[in-house]
């Protein structure tokens, strides 16, 4: 378990201390304050029970890959080497075969079914499943629906995490880590991108930036 002293949006969108974007980040210092305190519930607890660290940050390193996002995937595979090291390669080649666009998925509502649209429905394959274990399985597979098919959690999905031992809290937990993952990822996506688009105003006054990033998302 490390124990992180940066702010880990900050991390991983590549904002230094007295850039712009820091500054701007700033002025949500409560959003701020919340985002770092749910990384460390969701992925740094001190008692993390029977949801442990490595299928945390096996969940991390998935849902990272998953979108795209090197700098974190990276981030959390360090994370995932250090407390269980013979997981990395397997899950990042499960996410590599994982890969989707999305979202997609069959609305269930009459009037939505046009809407409806397909995609990969992932599931390991016999010997990744061997290699992960059954519950990280069941939780990565999990997660997968939950990143491109959200519209079709359904009871049977939920299911499938019992079978393999997981609690309704631990279900519970598994469904808040990807969702803050989504939101993390996003907003230190967004704010990359527009460090990238400023250039070398990125260093300069703050407030030019400060709509800018209140679109990227309201809980920067």
């Known amino acids: 378990m490390s124990t992180p002293t940066a702010d880990i949006i900050d991390l991983l969108a590549g904002i230094a201390p007295g850039d712009a974007l820091a500054a701007v980040r700033d002025q949500r210092a409560q959003a701020r304050e919340n985002a770092q305190r749910s990384f460390e519930a969701l992925l740094e607890p001190a008692e993390p029970g029977t949801f442990s660290l490595a299928e945390r940050y096996a969940v991390a390193v998935f849902v990272s890959k998953l979108h795209g996002f090197a700098e974190a995937s990276a981030f959390y595979g360090d994370l995932l080497g250090d407390e269980a090291a013979d997981l990395s390669s397997v899950v990042e080649d499960a996410a590599t075969a994982a890969a989707a666009a999305g979202p997609f998925g069959a609305y269930r509502e009459p009037r939505l079914e046009g809407e409806s649209t397909d995609g990969v429905r992932w599931a390991p394959d016999a010997a990744t499943a061997?290699?992960?274990?059954?519950?990280?399985?069941?939780?990565?597979?999990?997660?997968?629906?939950?990143?491109?098919?959200?519209?079709?959690?359904?009871?049977?999905?939920?299911?499938?995490?019992?079978?393999?031992?997981?609690?309704?809290?631990?279900?519970?937990?598994?469904?808040?880590?990807?969702?803050?993952?989504?939101?993390?990822?996003?907003?230190?996506?967004?704010?990359?991108?527009?460090?990238a688009a400023s250039g070398p105003a990125a260093s300069g006054p703050a407030s030019g930036a400060a709509s800018a990033v209140a679109a990227v998302s309201e809980g920067v």
């Open 130 to 195: 061997e290699a992960l274990g059954g519950r990280l399985t069941a939780a990565l597979t999990h997660t997968h629906l939950l990143v491109f098919r959200p519209r079709e959690a359904r009871p049977e999905a939920l299911q499938a995490l019992v079978d393999a031992g997981w609690s309704a809290d631990d279900i519970v937990s598994l469904s808040q880590l990807v969702a803050f993952l989504s939101f993390q990822l996003r907003v230190a996506w967004g704010l990359r991108v527009l460090a």
